[in-house]
């Protein structure tokens, strides 16, 4: 905008600059959550989980839009992340109601190791979860500061 020729022009500026930050403020936290998506989704160790569902199941991340005052975005796994972040531990799995004393309703059959069909309960063996989670929420926080800078000073060049 060039230099000020008096203290009017310098007020003006001040108002436009006061309403530029404001504006700035949100497009920050947008950014930033447009680079805490690329985060989660970098640090996911797969897009596609086989094994779950007729074609896999996919594995992502979305943000909100920026709400609120002061602003802020929510950045969230999409899929079944949880079943790869997370540890699982033992435990049998059954027909529908094969817990309740009455009995199961129908059989399950499972294919054993030795190609042999078995039908029943059976014990699954846990899964260790791989933890990226934590690791990609802290990448992401260390990343949004940064992104709202930005915004803050692309807005105030534009009125100064």
């Known amino acids: 905008m060039g230099t000020s020729s008096s203290a009017a ?7 436009q ?9 949100r497009e920050g936290v ?4 447009i680079v805490a998506k690329a985060i989660f989704i ?18 992502g ?8 005052s002061p ?19 033992r435990h049998l799995i059954g027909p529908k109601g094969w817990r309740r ?19 029943g309960v059976v014990l699954h063996p846990g899964v260790a979860g791989k933890k990226f989670a934590p690791n990609a929420a802290r990448k992401a926080a260390a990343a949004a500061p940064k992104q709202i800078e930005m915004a803050t ?7 100064f």
């Open 9 to 15: 022009q310098l007020a003006a500026k001040f108002g």
């Open 17 to 25: 600059a006061a309403v530029a930050l404001s504006d700035a403020e």
């Open 30 to 33: 947008r950014d930033a959550g």
């Open 42 to 59: 970098a640090e996911l160790p797969t897009r596609r989980m086989s094994g779950v569902g007729r074609s896999g199941a996919k594995l």
């Open 61 to 68: 991340a979305r943000f909100t839009q920026p709400k609120g």
């Open 71 to 89: 602003p802020y975005t929510v950045v969230s796994f999409t899929g079944p992340v949880h079943l790869l972040n997370n540890r699982i531990g």
């Open 101 to 119: 004393a009455r009995g199961a309703k129908g059989r399950l059959k499972f294919t054993g190791g030795d190609g042999e069909i078995r039908s």
């Open 153 to 159: 000073g692309r807005a105030l060049r534009k009125v």
